[in-house]
């Protein structure tokens, strides 16, 4: 059995990009896996209000979704 296990999974909230290239090496990693176990580093579709905290207040796109589908992530 085969695990990836990953994390800080991150594509910034931008409405303008219709598009994101994604590097067949990690495709075909994702793809020969029987698992793929990734952290999301932020919650999906913002912007949201930031919130007080150290370090940056991050949204994530509803990309990372389908993104996340074509790399196998459980």
Do not use: W
């Not at 409405?15 to 990693?29: A, Q, R, T, W």
């Not at 913002?46 to 509803?62: A, D, E, F, H, V």
Request: with cysteine; glycine share 10%; net charge negative.
């Amino acid at each position: 059995m085969k695990i990836n296990i990953g994390g800080d999974y991150f594509i910034p909230y931008q409405d303008h990009i219709p598009h994101i290239e994604i590097d067949p090496e990690l495709i075909d990693l994702g793809q020969s896996c029987d698992y793929s176990i990734v952290n999301f580093e932020c919650p999906l579709g913002g912007p949201y209000q930031p919130i007080s905290k150290t370090g940056p207040n991050l949204s994530g796109s509803k990309q990372m979704l389908e993104i996340a589908k074509q790399l196998r992530i459980n």
